[in-house]
């Protein structure tokens, strides 16, 4: 059966731990580039682009331009991310959230290789969308749940 909303943009609001879990089955194995991830201070924003695995189409794996952004950050730590290489790429396998005093907390982008960034925030606020058309994806990634 064909999903009739499967070639519609994606645009996902996080606002708290269990949107995070929405947020995070949707970009996991998101690509993306280190110079594609941005900390701004001065807004308190992270914002990322990247392409987003897409499976909403049964039996297809396609890639989408996502562009996204957490709101409340107050401090980035990187760990196995090379900034001096910005053409490098990442895999995201998984975000997750490790709360502090309520509403704030930690943000943690896990990516392959055992690099990851901890996003301190003041809350939950996550924003992503997808940015244009769709393409057929040259592989589609396979993970061995026994190094999980």
Avoid: Y
């Avoid at 995070?20 to 998101?30: R, Y």
């Avoid at 952004?69 to 401090?75: D, G, K, L, Q, S």
């Amino acid at each position: 059966m064909t999903d009739p909303d499967a070639d519609a943009p994606l645009k996902l609001l996080a606002l708290d731990e269990d949107d995070l879990a929405v947020l995070s089955a949707h970009l996991q194995d998101f690509v993306v580039k280190v110079g594609d991830l941005v900390f701004l201070p001065a807004e308190k924003r992270f914002a990322f682009v990247g392409n987003r695995l897409d499976l909403r189409v049964e039996g297809e794996a396609r890639r989408r331009r996502t562009a996204g952004h957490f709101e409340r950050v107050t401090a980035v730590r990187a760990r196995g991310i090379d900034r001096s290489r910005p053409d490098a790429v990442l895999n995201l396998l998984a975000i997750g959230f490790a709360p502090d005093e309520a509403p704030s907390g930690a943000i943690e982008l896990v990516f392959s290789g055992d690099a990851s960034l901890r996003l301190e925030v003041e809350c939950v606020e996550a924003r992503a969308a997808d940015l244009g058309p769709v393409w057929a994806a040259k592989a589609e990634p396979t993970h061995d749940l026994d190094e999980a």
